[in-house]
């Protein structure tokens, strides 16, 4: 297998005060391409620290990670800026759309930011929109969408680039329970059908029963790395 | 760079009108604060001119010229001939708009009732009227009708004190040339409106009539001239002086110290108020605007977050408060000039009645825009605002992403 994401003795350590708080110690982990994982463990445990680390959007304190083999703790905010563009989807707990654009015109920006050329952006645009489930709601702003439908444009928004890898930050958390499972539907479907890599930090039991690689973080650290067909995965 | 623009141009003119109200409070106080500015920029710009056109334009020229020891004796005594030669030649020539001839000596008016002191004042009515208001300013009767008029123009308060009127008769005595006192009755032809002191000081009359009365023939007490700025009169003076070492030359700065200090003066506070109302509203906007950049911090760590270059999202700001305030500084200008427009005849105060004179002014401000000021104040508010954006959004795109997106909500 190809390893998308390799994080050695990733060490992150905040300062509260004047109290050091050790947020991850020494994660070694490796996603691999193709993967969907979830990424649990309690709040506090270091979930979307290490998401965060992973994505370019937080600097370790210590350790190394690689995205599809280039180490990213020594790269400038620039060249963070171009691999969270090129190489990493996000998807938050809280949406996060720009407001002022309409759904089309939220996953086109990152194309935009590509320099990707109007009309070619325009298509694929369109195309992950329709991949999520919505068309016909392409010119709507957010503040038009229900809450699951932002969450799905924030996942076409994610899938635009061709990403290697989405991290997804407790992505249901603001859904109600069909909407939550119908996104879980969603980016499993997308995981099986175009071989999207997904890293998703959740405590939703959902979630994590749908998922075929299971890791619990505890303590900053990982406590468990379980991979399973989802047959046996299904809720109990 | 185009793309660049086209990418951020939509989105920053969306983003202004997500809040329409912060966005409608921040065009008013640019526009309502620069407004200010540009107007009373006007009106002190009027202000002054006037209460410098009051002084120059009376009795006293931007350039006087005398026979020498005439400032310190004013009779018929230190008279000097009429402008020739080099002198008559630089007088007419480009570098002065006007010049006007005088005769100029003390004397006694009296009517049936009273005896004052004036200074009667010979004048060619055509030259006058370029050099001085007063002849616009008659408001009973007429101005002189000619150099040899036999009439007398006086002022509204000494017609009164005199308790005379236009077709009566006043009778003048000066001391002549040969010494003794000479006497004649005029006819009161007009009354000018001027400043109280104005009026009770200058009588006119046509510049023959005074000559033939004082005896000095075609001999005159003063050359008043007007070159228009004061900046070049220092280089005029001297260039006078050379053409006439003989006479006594001198810039208004020396004949009304007082005058010139206080117009210099009032000139310097009109700049210091000015800069201290820009930078008081320039306070006002920075503070607005580092609000709007601060309270989105967080919007700012989603961009970053989303792959665009801290440079990229600084160059956003940037945009959005260049539109933005934009607005406002095409507001203000917009608004300064309609205000400007609403006084076409002049602003008159004739309201403040003699309070106006006394501090100097006329009683018509006439306003005028000075395209440079504009557009000089205009930038600076446009290009100050936009930089004061800056420093927050420099500061905004320095923070993590993470940390960014850890405050406040959008």
Known sequence: MTAIVECRGVTKHYRLGTIDVAALRGVDLTIDKGDFASLAGPSGSGKTTLLNAIGGLDRPTKGSIKIEGHEITALNANALADLRLRKIGFVFQAYNLIPVLSAVENVEFILQLMGVEAAARRARAKEVLRDVGLEGLENRRPARLSGGQQQRVAVARALASKPAIVLADEPTANLDTKTAEDLIALMSGLNDRLGTTFLMATHDARVISRTRRHIVISDGGITSDERRKLAEAEPA | ?410
């Open chain 2, 1 to 410: 760079m185009m793309s660049r623009l086209r990418l951020l141009l939509p989105l920053a003119w969306r983003n202004l009108w997500r809040n329409p109200r912060r966005t409608v409070i921040t065009i008013l106080v640019v526009g309502v604060g620069l407004w200010s500015i540009l107007s009373f920029a006007v009106l002190l710009e009027a202000w002054s001119r006037s209460s410098r056109d009051t002084t120059l334009k009376l009795t006293t020229g931007q350039i006087e010229i005398h026979a020498q020891g005439y400032l310190d004796d004013p009779t018929v005594a230190h008279r000097m001939a009429p402008p020739s030669g080099d002198l008559e030649q630089l007088l007419k020539s480009s570098e002065f708009q006007t010049f006007a001839s005088r005769v100029r000596v003390g004397a006694i008016v009296q009517s049936e009732y009273k005896t004052l002191p004036v200074t009667l004042i010979g004048a060619s009515p055509d030259a006058e009227r370029k050099v001085s208001v007063i002849p616009s300013q008659v408001r009973d009767g007429r101005y002189l009708s000619g150099a040899d008029d036999t009439g007398i123009v006086l002022g509204r308060n000494l017609v009164r004190r005199l308790k005379t009127r236009v077709g009566k008769r006043v009778v003048l005595m000066v001391q002549a040339a040969d010494g003794h006192l000479a006497e004649r009755a005029f006819e009161v032809v007009g009354v000018f409106a001027a400043p109280e002191q104005t009026e009770n000081e200058f009588a006119f009359a046509g510049i023959k009539t005074v000559q033939t009365l004082t005896g000095i023939a075609d001999g005159i007490s003063e050359v008043v001239a007007y070159s228009g700025s004061d900046d070049a009169l220092p280089e005029l003076v001297a260039r006078l002086r050379k053409a006439a070492p003989g006479l006594d030359i001198q810039s208004w700065a020396t004949i009304a110290p007082l005058e010139y200090a206080v117009s210099t003066l009032f000139n310097q506070f009109i700049l210091m108020w000015l800069w201290t109302m820009f930078a008081l509203m320039a306070i006002g906007i920075v503070n607005t605007q580092l609000m709007a950049v601060f309270e989105r911090t967080r919007e700012f760590g989603l961009l970053q977050a989303l792959g665009m270059r801290p440079r990229l999202v600084l160059f956003e700001v940037a945009l959005e408060s260049t539109l933005l305030i934009g607005v406002g500084v095409a507001l203000g200008v917009v608004l300064a000039l309609l205000s400007v427009q609403a006084f076409p005849n002049g602003l008159d105060l004739g309201f403040l009645g003699r309070g106006a004179e006394m501090v100097g002014a006329g009683h018509i401000l006439y306003l005028h825009v000075n395209p440079a000021d504009f557009a000089l104040y205009s930038l600076l508010v446009w290009v100050m605002s936009v930089l004061a954006t800056l420093w927050p959004a420099r500061r905004a795109s320095k923070v993590s992403p993470v940390e960014a997106m850890a405050r406040a909500a959008i």
